[in-house]
Structure formats: C-alpha cells, structure tokens
Nanobody
C-alpha cells in the first residue's frame, strides 16, 4: 500500500512558477514510476508527465513544451513538479500517481488526493 500526499498548489499569476511535491509513504517508492496528471473543471483527467523508477527517464505531455520539469528524490520518497511560465489554462487539480511508466491513467495503481493550482491572467 502506498499513500501519496501532494502539496505546493496555490493561486499565482500568469508567468509565475510553482513547485508541487508529492510524498509517498511506505518502503516501495522505488518500485513505481511516478506520474503527474491534472484535471480542470468539466474536462477529463490529462497526463502531464511521468518519471521512471530511478529518475533516468521521463515523458511529458505535448502541452508542457519545456515549461515543466519532473524530478524525484528516492531517499525522501518524494517526486516534484516544477512548473514555470504558468498560464491560465494550467488551472486544474494536479494529482500525483504511482504505477507504470505510462501516459495512461489506468496504468497507475495509487493516487494522491490532488492539489489545486489556479493561475490568474
């Protein structure tokens, strides 16, 4: 069993930056690839990025275009999402998830509760 707790969301202005964190409980953190997804009101959950178990590989959603960076610290059981040049359309609840190295939400076994990111224009 893995529990995931996100933090770092908030209200920012367009062009600002935020860093989201996701801390995992348990001793199996390195068993899983870690992904970030987001869901805006009235829209489907969208893949943001995934990082491999050892942090050596990652895959980003097309909309990211160099603005976001994922990293993980396996010693701290934590994955991070650095978001720069934020846009109003980035407004969503951001979820971290543990599972396979995949862009499909169905490939993830554990999910956090989400953290709200709101970007004002």
């Amino acid at each position: 069993q893995v529990q995931l707790v996100e933090s770092g969301g908030g209200l920012v202005q367009a062009g600002d930056s935020l860093r989201l964190s996701c801390e995992a409980s348990g001793r199996t953190f390195t068993t899983y690839a870690m992904g970030w997804f987001r869901q805006a009101p009235g829209k489907e959950r969208e893949f943001v990025v995934v990082i491999s178990r050892n942090g050596g590989n990652n895959d980003y959603g097309n909309f990211v275009k160099g603005r976001f960076t994922i990293s993980r610290d396996n010693a701290k059981n934590t994955v991070y999402l650095q978001m720069n040049s934020l846009k109003p359309e980035d407004t969503a609840v951001y979820y971290c998830a543990a599972g396979l190295f995949s862009a499909r939400s169905s490939d993830y076994k554990y999910w956090g509760q989400g953290t709200q990111v709101t970007v004002s224009s």
